[in-house]
């Protein structure tokens, strides 16, 4: 039987086939994972965001953790103070929590 999709399965299917996500879900979605399927979101629909701050990337101690693909997205979030870490590191590979994920793209549709 074909049973219809659900609300969060329709936007799956839809970010899987516009590129913006890959891979097999497992449950949770970490940091780096949210900052680049908003990243290539951002980029679809061509949302620059205007604001800068002066934080480095360079100045997180784990930089070095954040997985290959996702770097260039990290480092545009730092620059733009979406993303502004805790205890000077970015903790990529942490799960993201629904309240971190709501102030991320607040600050992504208000900056």
Not at 86 to 104: D, F
């Amino acid at each position: 039987m074909n049973y219809p999709k659900t609300g969060n399965e329709v936007c799956i299917s839809l970010a899987i086939s516009n590129t913006m996500l890959s891979g097999i879900g497992k449950g949770t979605i970490t940091r780096e994972e949210a900052m680049a399927l908003i990243y290539r979101t951002l980029e679809k629909v061509n949302w620059t965001l205007t604001r800068e701050v002066d934080t480095a990337y360079s100045s997180f101690k784990d930089t070095a953790s954040v997985s290959s693909y996702a770097v260039s997205c990290m480092q545009y979030f730092v620059k733009t103070g979406v993303v502004v870490g805790s205890a000077g590191k970015l903790n990529p590979k942490a799960a993201i929590s629904r309240a971190e994920m709501a102030v991320t793209l607040h600050r992504v549709l208000t900056y």
